[in-house]
């Protein structure tokens, strides 16, 4: 099931970022034109009570662009950020941005900004 909710979230990222004009890959791709979003990491897991299920999905999006502190990349980061709080899934009860951190992507001229999000579906027994 967390396979499935997993894969309609990615899916509802993907056509944010294509209705948004956000370039998006799941791999390194060569030298695409910037900025763009990389699926860096993605990880599911699941906890068992008596009476319901707490399943999480949590997506690690390296951001890639000529600089951090531009106008461009705090609206491109802003715009991922609509994008993960305006995706409905059945059960979905949380939605948490975890952590947002600035990285030197070691490749001249290019920045990276590392944004997480995690989200957390409840089921019922």
Not at 81 to 95: F, H, K, P, R, S
Not at 109 to 118: A, E, G, I, P
């Amino acid at each position: 099931m967390i396979d499935i909710i997993r894969d309609n979230i990615q899916k509802a990222f993907v056509k944010g970022f294509k209705d948004n004009g956000i370039a998006y890959h799941t791999n390194r791709a060569e030298n695409p034109p910037l900025p763009y979003v990389k699926l860096w990491e993605l990880n599911t897991w699941s906890e068992e009570y008596k009476t319901h299920e707490e399943l999480y999905a949590r997506f690690t999006f390296w951001v890639w662009d000529e600089a951090y502190n531009t106008k461009g990349n705090l609206d491109l980061l802003k715009t991922i950020n609509n994008i993960a709080n305006n995706i409905t899934v059945e059960g979905l009860c949380n939605i948490e941005r975890d952590k947002e951190s600035f990285r030197d992507a070691q490749k001249p001229d290019t920045k990276c900004t590392v944004t997480v999000y995690t989200f957390k579906i409840i089921r019922g027994k």
